[in-house]
C-alpha cells in the first residue's frame, strides 16, 4: 500500500515536471544526460585527478559542487522560460534552441574535463560540437 501511495506521487510529480518542460523530447533527455555526465566527469576530475578549475586546490569542494548544480539548475529554469515562450508566441523552435546551446556548452564541459584526465578527443566528437554551436549561434539569429 505505501508503495503504491509513493509511485502515485512520483508519478504526478513527475507528470508535472514533464508538463511544464512541454513533454520529455529527446533534446531534453539529451541536455540532461549531458548535464548528468558532465557533473560526474566534474566530479572525478576534481576528487580522483585533483585538476578541478573550479577550486583554489583542484580538489573536490563541496560549495563548487553546490555552484555547479545551481547552475544547471539555472539552465532547465531558461529551458521553462523557453518552453513558455514558445507557447505564448506559438512557435516551436525556441525551446529546441535553447536546449541545443546548453547541449553544447555541457559538451564543451565535458571535453574540457575528459582532457584534464588526459584523455584524448576524437575529432569527430569536436566536429560535433561545432555542428550544435554553429546550428546554435544560427537559430539565435533567426529567432
Do not use: H
Not at 548528468?36 to 563548487?64: H, M, Q
Not at 521553462?80 to 564541459?109: C, G, H, P, W
Not at 560535433?128 to 529567432?143: G, R, V
Request: charged share 15%; glycine share 10%; with cysteine.
Amino acid at each position: 500500500m505505501r508503495a503504491n501511495v509513493l509511485y502515485s506521487i512520483v508519478g504526478v510529480i513527475g507528470g508535472f515536471i514533464a508538463t511544464m518542460f512541454g513533454g520529455w523530447s529527446e533534446a531534453l533527455i539529451t541536455l540532461i544526460i549531458f548535464m548528468s555526465v558532465d557533473y560526474v566527469t566534474g566530479i572525478i576530475v576534481a576528487g580522483i585527478f585533483k585538476k578541478s578549475k573550479k577550486s583554489e586546490s583542484g580538489a573536490l569542494e563541496s560549495r563548487a559542487g553546490f555552484k555547479g548544480l545551481c547552475r544547471k539548475g539555472a539552465a532547465l529554469m531558461i529551458v521553462l522560460v523557453a518552453v513558455r515562450l514558445d507557447i505564448v508566441m506559438q512557435t516551436s523552435y525556441i525551446k529546441d534552441a535553447v536546449i541545443i546551446a546548453f547541449i553544447a556548452n555541457e559538451s564543451i564541459s565535458i571535453i574540457e574535463n575528459a582532457g584534464l584526465m588526459g584523455i584524448p578527443i576524437p575529432s569527430v566528437i569536436s566536429k560535433a560540437i561545432d555542428t550544435l554551436k554553429s546550428s546554435a549561434d544560427s537559430t539565435k539569429t533567426e529567432a
